[in-house]
Structures are given as C-alpha cells and as structure tokens.
C-alpha cells in the first residue's frame, strides 16, 4: 500500500497531489493546464489571443506564431509551484522561428514534486521516491492571409509516481487567430489526446476544451495597454476564465494583474496574479506572483527570453 499522496497524484498529476481528490476531478495530466510562460503568469493566466510570447507555442496558442512580428522567440522559466502546499519545482524552455508565412516552435516542462515515503502493507516505510510530470510538444502555423492564421500542436505528457508506476499521453491543439485592427480573437481546441488509467483502474482523460480567447492592445504615446480574456469550457463539463491587463512604457518596462477564475470543480481554483518585466535589445526578463488562494499562494514563475 502506498501513500495516499500517491495515489492522488495517479489521478491528478505531480502539480496537483495535494489539491484535488479522484472524485473531484476526473482528468489526468492537470499540468498541461498550467502556465510556465511568465508574461501569461502575471495575467491570471491569460494570453492565447497574445502574440507577445511565440516561444511558448509547443504548448498554447500554436496560431500566433505566424502573425506576431518577432522572427525568432527563445525563453525559459523556473517556478517555485505552491510552496506553502506540493512544493513543486518546474523549469521549462521553448522556442519558435519564424519563416515567410510559416511559424515552428518546440518546448519542454518538467515538474518536480516533493518527495514522499512508500508505505509497505504492514505500515512499515518501504523507500521514499520523488515523483515527476514531463510536458513536450511542437507546434506548426501559417498565416492563411495578413490577417488571419491557424495553427496545431502536438504534445506528450508523462507522469512517473515510483520506479514500476508511469503514465504517458497525447494531447494536440487545434487553433485560428483572427486579427481586427487593435483586437485578436482565438477559437479552437486545446489538450485534444488521450486517456490514462489511475493506480486505482479508473480511466481519466487529459484536460481537453474549446478555446475562445480575446485580445486588444492600444498606444498613447510612449504608453502602451494592453487587455484580454481567456474563455475554456472543458469536456469534463468544468470551466474556467481568465483575464489580465498589461501596461507597458516605450515597450521597455512592464506591469501585469490578472485574474483566473475556476469552477467548483475545475482543476485550477480562482486566484489572482501579478507581474513586472523588462526588455532590452531584445533581452527580457519576466517575473509573475500568485496570491488570494491558500493551496497556490506564494507560487512564484521567474523567466529569460531574447528576440528579434
């Protein structure tokens, strides 16, 4: 007999062990959910309409590549998830390229989680073993014309709770963007894949919805604001909305609030966030903070990226 951490983390992966039971939530895989990007951080989450980070397009928003500006886009990330709570460590790197009307990418996560004692039938500690999430993907766009696009990724997922204990799975998503002077709309798909079978024998699917997700940016002079909102109804019948505002000087300097809203029995609870980043010559360096939730509070998302 093992843990009851392990067996929860069957069911809702390494990030969430210690948030949701099996009976709450009916998804595997809940990390792919989750944002190691922190400009998105720092918006509650929200940004799949953004085409201000494409290096993050492996995993979200696979449409914008092809319409943002930057040719190339490289970034990586630390966060320190739920310290108070799972304790987790997850770094994260992606990339994206663009050439002509055609936009690639490619990223990994990996999550760590705290390590925890086995358990032998006798109530006797057998070993300890520290568990782990994996998250990797590419993604591919093209821009059907100056104002629209469409875009898919391809991810896979793994999660290793002991040495005989390992889950693997698929997700895609499938997505257009389209663009309308100041705003950008996204619609599609998002964690289309696979399902897994829990230590216990249920079968629970990866987190898959339908994506609608907005984004308007305006200039006054050297100031720039920029809003949006990130709508996911899952096939699970869960929902959850996001939505942020970033205020930017001269393109150089950045502020972020935001805030995420999850239904009862949405895999991430409502929490709101805050963010700051700077950029120059290219170089940005990016930090998020969440707080208002008492699992999640103190979760802090720290990243470097360069683009041109």
Same mark, same amino acid.
């Given at each position: 007999?093992?843990?009851?951490?392990?067996? @929860?983390?069957?069911?809702?992966?390494?990030?969430?062990?210690?948030? /949701?039971?099996?009976?709450?939530?009916?998804?595997?895989?809940?990390? #792919?959910?989750? *944002?190691?990007?922190?400009?998105?951080?720092?918006?509650?989450?929200?940004?799949?309409?953004?085409?201000?980070?494409?290096?993050?397009? #492996?995993?979200?928003?696979?449409?914008?590549?092809?319409?943002?500006?930057?040719? /190339?886009?490289?970034?990586?990330?630390?966060?320190?998830?739920?310290?108070?709570?799972?304790?987790?460590?997850? @770094?994260?790197?992606?990339?994206? %390229?663009?050439?002509?009307?055609?936009?690639?990418?490619?990223?990994?996560? +990996?999550?760590?989680?705290?390590?925890?004692?086995?358990?032998? =039938?006798?109530?006797? @500690?057998?070993?300890?073993?520290?568990?782990?999430?994996?998250?990797? =993907?590419?993604?591919?766009?093209? #821009?059907?014309?100056?104002? /629209?696009?469409? =875009?898919?990724?391809?991810?896979?997922?793994?999660?290793?709770?002991?040495?005989?204990?390992?889950?693997?799975? %698929?997700?895609?998503?499938?997505?257009?963007?389209?663009?309308?002077?100041?705003? +950008?709309?996204?619609?599609?798909?998002?964690?289309?894949?696979?399902?897994?079978? *829990?230590?216990?024998?249920?079968?629970?699917?990866?987190?898959? *919805?339908?994506?609608?997700?907005?984004?308007? +940016?305006?200039?006054?002079?050297?100031?720039? @604001?920029?809003?949006?909102?990130?709508?996911?109804?899952? %096939?699970?019948?869960?929902?959850?909305?996001?939505?942020?505002?970033?205020?930017?000087? +001269?393109?150089?300097?950045?502020?972020?609030?935001?805030?995420?809203?999850?239904?009862?029995?949405?895999?991430?609870?409502?929490? #709101?966030?805050?963010?700051?980043?700077?950029?120059?010559?290219?170089?940005?360096?990016?930090?998020?903070?969440?707080?208002?939730?008492?699992?999640?509070?103190?979760?802090?998302?720290?990243?470097?990226?360069?683009?041109?």
């Amino acid at each position: 007999m093992k843990t009851k951490a392990y067996i @929860i983390a069957a069911v809702t992966g390494v990030m969430f062990s210690g948030m /949701l039971s099996a009976q709450e939530w009916k998804n595997g895989f809940s990390f #792919a959910g989750v *944002s190691h990007d922190p400009v998105s951080a720092g918006l509650g989450f929200a940004g799949a309409a953004s085409v201000n980070t494409p290096a993050w397009s #492996a995993f979200t928003s696979p449409a914008a590549m092809s319409l943002s500006d930057k040719k /190339l886009d490289v970034a990586a990330s630390f966060q320190n998830w739920a310290p108070d709570g799972v304790k987790n460590t997850n @770094i994260a790197a992606g990339a994206s %390229f663009k050439i002509a009307k055609f936009g690639i990418a490619a990223g990994f996560a +990996r999550n760590g989680g705290e390590k925890y004692d086995i358990v032998s =039938g006798t109530g006797d @500690i057998a070993g300890t073993f520290t568990p782990s999430d994996l998250q990797a =993907g590419a993604a591919l766009s093209y #821009a059907i014309t100056d104002w /629209l696009s469409a =875009g898919v990724n391809a991810k896979f997922f793994s999660s290793e709770l002991s040495d005989d204990d390992k889950f693997t799975g %698929f997700g895609a998503d499938v997505q257009a963007q389209a663009v309308f002077g100041d705003f +950008r709309a996204v619609l599609g798909v998002a964690n289309v894949g696979s399902s897994m079978k *829990s230590a216990s024998g249920e079968k629970f699917s990866v987190p898959s *919805s339908v994506l609608a997700a907005g984004d308007w +940016r305006g200039e006054f002079g050297k100031n720039g @604001i920029e809003a949006m909102v990130d709508l996911n109804y899952y %096939f699970s019948g869960s929902f959850t909305a996001a939505a942020g505002v970033q205020y930017d000087f +001269r393109d150089m300097v950045f502020v972020r609030a935001g805030y995420h809203y999850g239904a009862k029995d949405a895999f991430l609870p409502s929490f #709101a966030t805050v963010g700051a980043g700077v950029k120059f010559f290219g170089v940005s360096v990016n930090a998020a903070y969440l707080l208002g939730n008492d699992v999640l509070k103190n979760t802090l998302t720290v990243g470097l990226g360069y683009s041109f």
